[in-house]
């Protein structure tokens, strides 16, 4: 089984900075992309920011310039650095891989992780 476990979320006032952990463990073979997406309160879940295996980066518009998202691809880990936070930017967080598993064969599936709550507020 593959499991992804985010971490690193809390309250912060505006103007703060935060840093999301996503690890991602289990019977893993290699990881592709891995993305940070994010929903907020009756909208749409909304991709953040993603990241290849090589390091190429895509970054929303409203985080452009704000958020840098990194990997360590020996530790299977995916970061959201998060700067200038803003009200607008709470939401849950959400990690996406696409995993090939050991037990998989030669394709990649699309994993998530739980969410976690990041709050901006003063």
């Known amino acids: 089984q593959v499991q992804l476990v985010e971490s690193g979320g809390g309250l912060v006032q505006p103007g703060g900075s935060l840093r999301l952990s996503c690890a991602a463990s289990g019977s893993i073979f290699s990881i592709n992309d891995m993305a940070w997406y994010r929903q907020a309160p009756g909208k749409e879940r909304e991709l953040v920011a993603v990241i290849s295996f090589g390091g190429s980066t895509n970054y929303g518009d409203s985080v452009k310039g704000r958020f840098t998202i990194s990997r360590d691809n020996a530790k299977n880990t995916v970061y959201l650095q998060m700067n200038s936070l803003k009200p607008e930017d709470t939401a849950v967080y959400y990690c996406?891989?696409?995993?090939?598993?050991?037990?998989?064969?030669?394709?990649?599936?699309?994993?998530w992780g739980q969410g976690t709550q990041v709050t901006v507020s003063s």
């Open positions: 996406k891989a696409d995993i090939r598993g050991i037990y998989s064969g030669n394709y990649y599936r699309t994993y």
